[in-house]
């Protein structure tokens, strides 16, 4: 890193926090241009956000930060910010990702402290702050599936069959659609939620693509999560006690047979999405880590897809097709009795 930029970091935080005695550990990153530092003084800590302007943008995330943080959403608190600079002084939520603490015997008590929290982020009016999860966004993340997955497998599928994807694409969504639409945080899941010491509330983190959209969608993100898998018969008693939490505005004309209903539908949508996801990661990118949670994906599409006749003869390409060359190439997903 250029010493130029340490140097205007060490001013920055000088200043903003009054003195100079301070120790700095940047922390190991993702592949962005964003680095994040701990700060620690007088033992307190902060969080540094590096967004070297010219590389990143941090104008959306403080936003959207801003926004949530004034309407009782859990998010780090800015403690000070320099935009043009691209820097920023966060509060620091520590380091125990929720992920990290699940297991059959806390997983309940954790995800309905979650559930709670997302009816809070849903309560909030977010038209004209966040973009909508328009019918063309929906369409463009399914055909990701086409794009890459199928291509991956050397499917190239007949113009019947591309008719078929395309319109059970539509059917999909079109549910996404017909379903209340709320603020949608759109990465919801236990890696994104950080327990806080000394709260209840769980620290959420990763918020800057949020979108107004179907309120089904951050439920499906944790509780059908791409990386850790619960029983789906406990998955569905997750469902209720979300559909218990909604207010009555959502629940008119829709008892929990169709919320169920439209939980599905999302989840389906959703991992069309991932299966192309995880394989453009690979082969635009680089990122073999998530082709090990491929199969897991496959198999919940298989089998979430099950009581939709509407999806039959997508599924039916799908496992004619598709599957023996997946499995081949991908693995094959052993399920493992919760």
Known sequence: MNTQREQLIQTWITSVLGSDQFEINFLAGDASFRRYARINLNHKTFMLMDAPPEKEDCVPFVSIDEFFDAHGVRVPHIVAKDLEQGLLLLEDFG???????????????????????????QSINGEGHFPAYSYEKLMTEMSLL???LLPSLQIQ???EESALIKRTFAILANAALAQPQVIVHRD?????????ADEQEQ???DFQDAVIGADTYDLISITRDAYVQ???VRVYGWF????????VSAKEGRDFEQFKQDADLMAIQRHIKILGIF???FERDGKSGYLKDLPRVMWYLLEESKPYAELQPFMQFIRVKVMPKFEQKYGKYEVVAA
């Open 95 to 121: 380091d125990v990702l929720l992920s990290t603490q699940l297991d059959e015997n806390t997983v309940d008590a954790h995800y309905e402290q979650s559930f709670k929290q997302l009816i809070q982020l």
């Open 146 to 148: 086409t794009d890459w």
């Open 157 to 159: 599928p007949s113009e």
């Open 188 to 196: 919801f899941h236990s890696r994104n939620l950080m327990l806080l």
């Open 203 to 205: 620290g959420v983190i």
């Open 230 to 232: 619960w029983d789906p």
């Open 240 to 247: 209720k006690v979300f559909y218990d939490l909604l207010p």
């Open 279 to 281: 394989v453009r990661l």
